[in-house]
RNA sequence: CGGGGUGUAGCGCAGUUUGGUAGCGCAUCUGGUUUGGGACCAGAGGGUCGCGGGUUCAAAUCCUGCCACCCCGACCA
């Protein structure tokens, strides 16, 4: 590539509607450009590092033996109809009409469409293990799309699935996806941990979680190092902080509390701690009204509620309908006399004589014990804190951010036997296919490997990700022998197989020490003022400064890169 | 969806309070000087001031409806 007649832009202000280091970063050197909300160009600079990208993903596949195909965005709605997902899915869905009025979506993984594709290939016992994958678009209508290519929501998935006879087979072929995603994600060169995670829409029996570390992470990670314990918030388990307490039990009195709704309120006027409150929070499950009670200090999980609830849609009761179920206001509203089914998480059968509030307005209960009222269950519906002991019990649990680079999903038979993939077992028996499916955001990568690998000149990628690996700058583009020797040296490269690139604008040499880190060119070779002796430098961020003679150029290139002339 | 904010040249912004016909920096073009870390001088081009309606002699500015984008929250695979 040769940079005066390339295209090629950098950005020396940041941009306006980009909220994270690594949307500014691949803005302002050109490799991306926000074209709507959650929707991005992906331009010159930038596909290709997407390339490399995808070629890594793709090499690791193909090593496991998984074949690529592609299959359309464009889905007819009734193919998530047959497999229940319509509903699962709800608005994240974008959905539109053809010409005949007949309903479309926007595909927003494809478990159906593998399984049809699976459908025309497997028959007999014989047929396994099968695997595809696929590089596609998928479309989701996210409510917020953010932080540059992290959220969005037109987006590249690389998703593979795969088909076997047996839960045998499928733990086969999960741990051999599971062991390629390590291989991505290493080379990729990300810090990432493994956690356990919800299963949500997809369904099916197990689900993990790629997690590249990062302050500005949506998900929230539960670790306990000694055990090597990691889970995603949503999933992590609670155990009971202690023994009950052996208080003895007091008269339950009613006490006015004007104004005072919210726990830091109430807490204030009565002067007692937030962990002797118990709070009631209103839920509609699939329409129908349930209540949650916790501890004070404690919040609701809500992955836990659904799924103890066996619902599919779970959310927080609005004003109206809190009075309408507690004849109070938001803020005062208690278990006693709750014509709700009630909920009550474990950790408050350890408390005694503690406070409620009363289901009318400025009053609560004081000295209430969970033999004062009636619960349908009691259960860990909370979200556990930092510095809560492990479920496991090995230590405290720490927090840390990360971004969801991968998923992997132990399906079962969920899709199959709602797509009717079956096939003949040895025994003429018809069994259906036991399904995995697997997912990398190789976009939402490329955005995790900038927040993990930038400093204030610009991105540092990894070498071999690098969009141009050898930058050769021409220091004087007004001395002929500099421009001479570096057009003889880009030529003299281009057989390295090594991404080259010569600056050849009619810049200041500062402008283009400038613009190569910014884009994160991985070495600098600057033809300057050693050029009449034959003798150019080498630059690398982290390195010190090497002078080199020219013969000397593609041999030292050889060893950083880690690449033998044989292999070219 | 709720709360807050922004929309003016390719990019980043000022001007809006107090209405008078649009400006700055970067980028671009021309000429000159300069040439090892985002050069300097002189000149030039580029704007339906988000869109529509209204008030007014006159609207970037006031009123009004809509749209887009951003932030916080809700939501989220």
């Known amino acids: 590539m040769k940079l005066s007649n390339s ?16 949307g500014n970063l691949l803005v302002r050197s050109g490799m991306i450009k926000k074209s709507s909300t959650g929707a991005y160009m992906m331009l010159p600079l930038g596909l290709r590092i997407l390339r490399k990208i995808e070629d890594i993903i793709r090499d690791e596949m193909e090593k496991i033996g998984s074949q690529e195909v592609t299959m359309p965005a464009l889905i007819p709605e009734d193919v998530y109809i047959e497999s229940g997902r319509r509903e699962g899915f709800g608005d994240s869905m974008f ?109 099916g029996l197990l689900s993990e979680e790629f997690q ?3 302050p500005i992470g949506e998900d929230i990670l539960v670790i306990e190092k000694n055990s090597g ?86 959310r927080m009761a609005d004003p109206e309908e809190v009075e309408r179920f507690t004849g109070a206001p938001v803020g005062f509203a208690g278990p006693i006399d709750l014509k709700v089914p009630l909920i009550v998480d474990q950790e408050v059968s350890l408390l005694r004589n503690f406070v409620i509030g009363a289901n009318k307005k400025d009053v609560h209960f004081i000295n209430v014990n969970l033999k004062d009222f009636e619960y349908k269950q009691i259960a860990d519906i909370r979200e556990i804190c930092e510095g809560d002991m492990c479920e496991n019990g090995a230590g405290p649990v720490h927090f840390i951010r990360g971004i969801e680079v991968g998923n992997t999903f132990k399906l079962g038979d969920k899709y199959s036997k709602a797509m009717d993939l079956y096939y003949m077992d040895a025994s003429n028996e018809r069994l259906p296919v036991i399904m995995g499916s697997y997912g990398i955001g190789p976009a939402r990568c490329m955005a ?11 991105i540092l990628w990894p070498k071999d990700l690098a969009p141009v690996q050898v930058a ?72 010190d400064k090497e002078i080199l003679p020219l013969e000397d150029v593609k041999e030292r290139l050889y060893q950083i890169f880690e690449k033998g002339k044989n292999e070219l």
Do not use: W
């Not at 995790?448 to 610009?458: D, K, R, T």
């Not at 001479?484 to 030529?491: P, Q, R």
């Open 95 to 203: 959905s539109l009409k053809d010409r005949y009025d007949r309903p479309y979506v926007l595909g927003p993984t494809h478990e159906e469409l593998f399984a049809a594709a699976a459908k025309m290939y497997i028959h007999s016992y014989k047929d396994f293990p099968v695997s595809l994958f696929q590089f596609q678009n998928k479309f989701r209508d996210e409510p917020r799309p953010r932080f540059g290519l992290i959220r969005v929501r037109e987006f590249i998935m690389k998703d593979a699935y795969t088909f076997d006879k047996d839960l045998d087979g499928l733990d086969k072929s999960y741990e051999k996806m599971f062991r390629a995603y390590h291989n991505i994600f290493k080379r990729l060169g990300l810090d990432y941990v493994v956690v356990r995670a919800d299963t949500g829409v997809m369904g």
């Open 7 to 22: 295209y090629f832009f950098t950005l020396r202000e940041k941009a306006r509607d980009e909220d994270s280091s690594s």
């Open 472 to 543: 050769i700058i021409i220091a004087n583009m007004k001395d002929e022998l500099q421009t001479k020797v570096a057009e003889e040296l880009y030529s003299s490269l281009q057989s390295t197989g090594l991404d080259i690139c010569l600056d050849d604008r009619d810049e200041r040499i500062g402008v283009k020490f400038k613009d190569m880190e910014l884009i994160g060119a991985y070495c600098r070779i600057v033809v300057g003022r050693g050029a009449s002796e034959g003798k150019v430098e080498l630059e690398r961020t982290g390195f």
């Open 448 to 458: 995790a490997i900038v927040e993990q690998n930038h400093n204030e000149n610009g």
């Open 229 to 314: 314990y990691a889970a995603n918030l949503e999933v992590a388990g609670c155990i009971l902080s202690g023994e009950p307490s052996q208080e003895p039990y007091l008269e339950i009195e009613e006490v006015d509390t004007p104004n005072a709704g919210t726990i830091e309120e109430v807490s204030a006027f009565l002067g007692k701690p937030k962990q002797s409150f118990v709070k009631t929070l209103l839920y509609m499950a699939d329409n129908k009204p349930v209540a949650f009670s916790l501890r004070g200090d404690h919040e609701l999980n809500e992955t836990k509620a659904l799924k103890l609830l066996g619902v599919t849609e779970l």
């Open 212 to 214: 590249a570390l990062s």
